[in-house]
């Protein structure tokens, strides 16, 4: 019983820690004192992800056939998403700057009227 409650906090634990190197970065804005905790945290995200997908001949395509692929499938992986999404943000997203349509504020002639006058009771 000990040692599955150990195991769920675990989890619970590594979730928590994901999920604030992911959305942390909405905290700092909130409170930018957060940053010294946050980029640590980003810091060390970002090395346990690389060191999660770099190659290790000894583990991917360790007898033959040797494959290019398997060995740097997950790089591969990594650099094809994030360029792709860096690609949509500068030729596509970038250039869609404003307000949409449907939350822009539609002016009435009543309310346009009321805002040169005082109310009154």
């Known amino acids: ?3 599955r409650f150990l195991a769920d906090l675990i989890l619970v634990v590594h ?3 994901v999920a604030f190197v992911i959305l942390g970065g909405l905290a700092v804005l ?4 957060m940053a010294w905790v946050h980029l640590p945290a980003v ?3 970002a090395a346990m992800t690389v060191n999660l997908i770099w190659p290790r001949s000894a583990v991917y395509n360790a ?3 040797y494959h290019w692929y398997l060995r740097w499938g997950a790089v591969l992986f ?3 998403v994030a360029g792709g999404g860096f690609a949509y943000y500068w030729f596509v997203q970038r250039h869609r700057t404003g307000v949409l349509a449907e939350h822009q504020l539609q002016p009435s002639s009543t309310a ?3 805002l040169g006058t005082p109310a009154t009771d």
């Open 112 to 114: 346009a009227a009321s």
């Open 15 to 17: 979730a928590a820690f």
């Open 30 to 33: 909130r409170w930018p004192a």
């Open 78 to 80: 990594v650099g094809i």
């Open 1 to 3: 019983m000990l040692w």
């Open 63 to 65: 007898t033959a056939p």
């Open 43 to 45: 810091v060390w995200g």
